[in-house]
């Protein structure tokens, strides 16, 4: 969490951020995640933050990719862990390794879109955000990806209801900072 608000507060230096209270904050986050797949999840998973992201957009879609990312690391190693369980079938091993490299290439990819997040501002604004937004399209494909390994009816054991619960949880994240992040750029351009 330290992280997250040292983040929010480098990523807004220089923004005209206003000192909100927390009741027009957490409004401003309801009202913003009401334009999200998962309204819910989105309130959930960022109303804790709402003293940093204040009433600000740039600050919400840094949040939300944010928490997106810290998801889909948690989720990567759960993964991983997963993946050495024993007695799976060889077709759920190979799933497994596909998915554990699907969602590596999924974190990589939100820690390319939270690294370019910083620098969006300026004349480069449309180009570099255009960057994010496919960046955090592939994370979220990357992330769909990885339940194809798991589709069919020969997988119906423990391992693919666990691996779905995470991954769709994850995706649901993903896709919520997607829209957040398509919302400050139609604001921007």
Same mark, same amino acid.
Request: with cysteine.
């Given at each position: 969490?330290?992280?997250? =608000?040292?983040?929010?507060?480098?990523?807004?230096?220089?923004?005209?951020? +206003?000192?909100?209270?927390? *009741?027009?904050?957490?409004?401003?986050?309801?009202?913003?995640?009401?334009?999200?797949?998962?309204?819910?999840?989105?309130?959930?998973?960022? *109303?804790?933050?709402?003293?940093?992201?204040?009433?600000?957009?740039? =600050?919400?879609?840094? !949040?939300?990719?944010?928490?997106?990312?810290?998801?889909?690391?948690?989720?990567?190693?759960?993964?991983?862990?997963?993946?050495?369980?024993?007695?799976?079938?060889? +077709?759920?091993?190979? !799933?497994?390794?596909?998915?554990?490299?699907?969602? *590596?290439?999924?974190?990589?990819? =939100?820690?390319?879109?939270?690294?370019?997040?910083?620098?969006?501002?300026?004349?480069?604004?449309?180009l570099m955000i255009n960057d994010v937004q496919t960046w955090v399209s592939?994370?979220?494909?990357?992330?769909?990806?990885?339940?194809?390994?798991?589709?069919?009816?020969?997988?119906?054991?423990?391992?693919?209801?666990?691996?779905?619960?995470?991954?769709?949880?994850?995706?649901?994240?993903?896709?919520?900072?997607?829209a957040l992040i398509n919302s400050y750029a139609s604001l921007n351009s």
């Amino acid at each position: 969490m330290a992280s997250l =608000l040292i983040l929010l507060s480098l990523t807004c230096s220089g923004c005209e951020a +206003r000192a909100l209270g927390g *009741s027009t904050s957490t409004e401003f986050i309801r009202t913003s995640c009401s334009a999200t797949a998962y309204p819910a999840l989105c309130y959930s998973s960022l *109303s804790s933050h709402a003293s940093a992201i204040q009433q600000n957009p740039k =600050l919400l879609a840094n !949040a939300a990719l944010t928490v997106s990312l810290d998801t889909a690391v948690s989720t990567s190693a759960d993964m991983v862990k997963l993946s050495h369980t024993a007695g799976m079938t060889p +077709r759920e091993i190979g !799933a497994m390794r596909d998915c554990v490299e699907e969602l *590596s290439d999924s974190v990589e990819q =939100l820690r390319k879109s939270m690294a370019e997040m910083k620098q969006v501002k300026g004349s480069n604004f449309s180009l570099m955000i255009n960057d994010v937004q496919t960046w955090v399209s592939a994370a979220l494909t990357d992330e769909d990806t990885c339940m194809d390994g798991f589709a069919g009816n020969i997988m119906n054991g423990g391992v693919k209801t666990a691996v779905r619960g995470k991954i769709v949880n994850v995706a649901h994240m993903t896709s919520n900072a997607l829209a957040l992040i398509n919302s400050y750029a139609s604001l921007n351009s």
